[in-house]
């Protein structure tokens, strides 16, 4: 962890789930931290639970409004001598077939998932080129690698996150600003409870898949540990990550495969 030491580290959807415990890890390992969500009553419960909360700040921040980023940014960058990390975590899940989910839940997810995430990493990026250097880390998922029952708008967010971001490594290589992608796999957090269904209401429901999954003090480790070696994608999960070589290599074998585990959903 000695990595992030005194790091300056920014950490999106830091309220809940993997950014919550990205805020206590790399509190823990003596960060400085700019913590954001929409919720500002949140964001202080987890400042006040973080072992070092004098080394926490709070930035209240909503990804569907891209527009104010510009001059969240600006905020930040004279609060702050330099960012070392952006962590940019936040997003929605979905629950819903598509041919029950009403246009607008699907420009939602699409709107948090990729414009939200790219619009504000594409803000940031003026302070790394000033610094010249900067490292983003973009939380993406097995569903940007395949997609999977009742999650299309959810895949195609993470499918465009991938696209945009091995494009964006080619053209930031030469100021020192590295892109790490993190092809998640089923860990143990509330994602689908918050998920969206097709009408756009919570979907409420514990996926016993997630239950089963990775904790997420080993994923945040896992997670750690493929920045910290600066990989371009960090693969972390159970089965489902070896269903990414799976469909490259042995494609008809990966649908027959997925066909077997989705009527075990139904």
């Known amino acids: 962890m000695k990595t992030f030491q005194n790091k300056k580290i920014w950490i999106t959807g830091a309220t809940s789930g993997i950014g919550e415990q990205l805020a206590y890890t790399l509190n823990n390992a003596g960060s400085f931290l700019i913590i954001s969500s929409r919720r500002k009553d949140e964001l202080e419960r987890v400042k006040m639970a973080?072992?070092?909360?004098?080394?926490?700040?709070?930035?209240?921040?909503?990804?569907?409004?891209?527009?104010?980023f510009t001059?969240?940014?600006?905020s930040v960058s004279k609060k702050h001598?330099?960012?070392?990390?952006?962590?940019?975590?936040?997003?929605?899940?979905?629950?819903?077939?598509?041919?029950?989910?009403?246009?607008e839940v699907e420009r939602k997810i699409i709107e948090v998932n990729y414009f939200g995430n790219i619009l504000l990493s594409k803000a940031l990026l003026p302070i790394f080129e000033k610094q010249n250097y900067g490292h983003i880390v973009v939380t993406s998922s097995v569903a940007g690698k395949y997609g999977f029952y009742q999650r299309s708008a959810y895949a195609a967010s993470k499918h465009a996150l991938h696209g945009y971001y091995e494009s964006l490594r080619y053209e930031t290589s030469e100021n020192n600003?590295?892109?790490?992608?993190?092809?998640?796999?089923?860990i143990n957090t509330g994602m689908s409870e918050n998920a969206l269904k097709g009408d756009g209401q919570r979907y409420n429901i514990k996926d016993?898949?997630?239950?089963?999954g990775l904790s997420l003090e080993k994923c945040v480790s896992k997670i750690l540990d493929g920045v910290a070696n600066e990989k371009r994608e960090a693969h972390i999960g159970g089965t489902d990550i070896?269903?990414?070589t799976l469909k490259r290599f042995f494609p008809?074998?990966?649908?027959?495969?997925?066909?077997?585990?989705i009527k075990h959903l139904e």
């Open 177 to 186: 600003i590295k892109i790490t992608l993190l092809v998640l796999g089923s």
């Open 242 to 244: 070896f269903a990414i």
């Open 50 to 68: 973080c072992k070092y909360p004098d080394k926490v700040s709070i930035q209240e921040l909503d990804m569907e409004k891209p527009e104010s």
């Open 71 to 74: 001059d969240i940014v600006m």
């Open 81 to 103: 001598d330099r960012i070392d990390y952006l962590f940019n975590n936040a997003g929605i899940s979905q629950r819903s077939l598509v041919r029950d989910t009403l246009p």
């Open 252 to 261: 008809r074998l990966f649908y027959w495969m997925m066909k077997r585990k």
């Open 208 to 212: 016993p898949m997630l239950v089963n």
